[in-house]
T-cell receptor, first 114, second 113 residues
Framework: KAGVTQTPRYLIKTRGQQVTLSCSPI?????VSWYQQTPGQGLQFLFE???????NKGNFPGRFSGRQFSNSRSEMNVSTLELGDSALYLC?????????????FGPGTRLTVL | GESVGLHLPTLSVQEGDNSIINCAYS??????FIWYKQESGKGPQFIID?????DKRQGQRVTVLLNKTVKHLSLQIAATQPGDSAVYFC????????????FGKGTKLSVKP
C-alpha cells in the first residue's frame, strides 16, 4: 500500500507570499496531522483533521491554516510568510483520530523563505 | 542531508553492539508512546509503540521500556547495524488527545562499522 505523499517536496518563497502544501494520506486513513520541524524547535504540532473537521490545533498563529477534503487529502496554507517559517513541514496519517492508531509520516515539504 | 536538530545528544556505538536511547517525557497523564527513526532527508518512520498499561514491548531487534514512575522511556536496539544510524525521537500522546503528538528533541545514533 502506498505511503503518505506530500507535494511539493521543495519550495522557495519570499517574505509576504503565501504557500499551499498538499498531503495525501495512506489509503483508508481518515486522520491527517501536520507538524513543523525546525533545528531550533524540533517537531511541533500544527493541527489535525478528521472527516473534514479540524479537531485540534497547536500554538501557531492564524497565518497557518488547513483543510481536509472528502477523500481525506489535506492541504495546509501559510499566508504572509516570514523568514522563521522556513522549515520541514510533515504530515502524518492514521486510521482514526486521537491516540488509538499509529501516525505514519510522509517525507515532508522543505519550505525556504527568503 | 538535512539537519533535524542542532546540538542533539549523540550516541556512538560499534556495529554489532547493543544501543540504548533514552527519553524523558513531559506529561504524567500521557498514555501512548511511540519511537520514531528519522534518516536524513526523510520523514519520521514508526519503529515501535507502547501504551501506559505496559512496561515493556518487543519488536524485531528493538525493545521499548516504559517507567511511568520517573516518566522515562528507552529504546533498545540489539546488534546495531550501520543502517540504524539516524535521529531517534520519542513521542507521547495524552488521553483523549486529538492527534497531537509531543516529540522529544531527539538523539542522533551513529554506528561505526
Amino acid at each position: 500500500k502506498a505511503g503518505v505523499t506530500q507535494t511539493p517536496r521543495y519550495l522557495i518563497k519570499t517574505r509576504g507570499q503565501q504557500v499551499t502544501l498538499s498531503c495525501s494520506p495512506i489509503s483508508g486513513h481518515r486522520s491527517v496531522s501536520w507538524y513543523q520541524q525546525t533545528p531550533g524547535q524540533g517537531l511541533q504540532f500544527l493541527f489535525e483533521y478528521f472527516s473534514e473537521t479540524q479537531r485540534n490545533k497547536g500554538n501557531f498563529p492564524g497565518r497557518f491554516s488547513g483543510r481536509q477534503f472528502s477523500n481525506s487529502r489535506s492541504e495546509m496554507n501559510v499566508s504572509t510568510l516570514e523568514l522563521g517559517d522556513s522549515a520541514l513541514y510533515l504530515c502524518a496519517s492514521s486510521l482514526n483520530a486521537g491516540n488509538t492508531d499509529t501516525q505514519y509520516f510522509g517525507p515532508g515539504t522543505r519550505l525556504t523563505v527568503l | 542531508g538535512e539537519s533535524v536538530g542542532l546540538h542533539l545528544p549523540t550516541l556512538s556505538v560499534q556495529e554489532g553492539d547493543n544501543s540504548i536511547i533514552n527519553c524523558a517525557y513531559s506529561n504524567s497523564a500521557s498514555d501512548y508512546f511511540i519511537w520514531y527513526k528519522q534518516e536524513s532527508g526523510k520523514g519520521p518512520q514508526f519503529i515501535i509503540d507502547i501504551r501506559s498499561n505496559m512496561d515493556k514491548r518487543q519488536g524485531q531487534r528493538v525493545t521499548v521500556l516504559l517507567n511511568k514512575t520517573v516518566k522515562h522511556l528507552s529504546l533498545q536496539i540489539a546488534a546495531t547495524q550501520p543502517g540504524d544510524s539516524a535521529v531517534y525521537f520519542c513521542a507521547e500522546m495524552e488521553p483523549r488527545s486529538q492527534g497531537n503528538l509531543i516529540f522529544g528533541k531527539g538523539t542522533k545514533l551513529s554506528v561505526k562499522p
